[in-house]
């Protein structure tokens, strides 16, 4: 089955200690991305990778760090953690890079909700 | 800066009373637009890809099409499990994802 999957699903933690997000994803897909969805404020890319050792900032990636060392994997860092950061955060994968190409298909995660004290 | 704006915010709709969700925007050099699903709670279910103007994509009850400045997704003859929110994203040059606020749509049996 299709999937992008994300851990954890609930987080809470306190300000300046460090966590990681993980997402995997089993589509051999070139395009991942993480996203925060907030209330008002809709979905906002935080950073994206169009391949392995390829990434890219989105519309909101201060306090954030990305690695993409393989495909299937595209963790989302958190150095120092701050309220402003509580948030749901998506993660998703697409089946291209660059040129949208006919039937090209996006799949999401289902979601990690942090809570930062 | 890409904008993507989505009207109306909050749609109620009667079970068998179709309606038309716009999702308009001023993106630099559009690669595609997509339309999404999400339920309270879920990640956005990937619905449709629309990547040149004129095109249009259905699936059971919706419709989507595009022009040069606007997408629509129509929904016919809704029933209540169509009931969600419903959300469209551009794709620009860059490869960055711009998404709209949505449209809250209820569909009441």
């Known amino acids: 089955e299709a999937q992008v999957t994300q851990n954890p699903r609930y987080l809470i933690t306190v300000t300046g200690k460090k966590l990681t997000v993980t997402c995997s994803q089993n589509?051999?897909?070139?395009?991942m991305s993480w996203y925060r969805q907030d209330p008002g404020l809709g979905l906002r890319q935080i950073y994206y990778?169009?391949?392995?050792?390829?990434?890219d900032k989105g519309d909101v990636p201060e306090g954030y760090k990305v690695s993409r060392k393989e495909k299937r994997n595209f963790p989302l860092i958190l150095e120092s953690p701050s309220p402003n950061q509580t948030s749901l955060y998506f993660c998703?994968?697409?089946?291209?890079?660059?040129?949208?190409?006919?039937?090209?298909?996006?799949?999401f995660g289902p979601g990690t909700r942090l809570l930062v004290l | 800066e890409d904008q993507v704006t989505q009207s109306p915010e909050a749609l109620r709709l009667q079970e068998g009373e179709s309606s038309s969700l716009n999702c308009s925007y001023t993106?630099?050099?559009?690669?595609?637009l997509f339309w999404y699903r999400q339920d309270p709670g879920k990640g956005p279910e990937f619905l449709f890809t629309l990547y040149s103007a004129g095109e249009e994509k259905e699936k059971e009850r919706l419709k989507a099409t595009l022009t040069k400045k606007e997408s629509f997704l129509h929904i016919t003859a809704p029933k209540p499990e169509d009931s969600a929110t419903y959300l469209c994203?551009?794709?620009?040059?860059?490869?960055?994802?711009?998404f709209g606020g949505g449209t809250r749509v209820l569909v009441k049996p």
């Open positions: 998703a994968s697409s089946s291209s890079a660059g040129e949208v190409a006919p039937g090209e298909t996006q799949y």
């Open positions: 589509m051999n897909h070139e395009y």
């Open positions: 993106v630099s050099g559009l690669r595609g």
């Open positions: 990778s169009m391949n392995v050792e390829v990434t």
């Open positions: 994203a551009t794709k620009a040059a860059g490869n960055k994802l711009t």
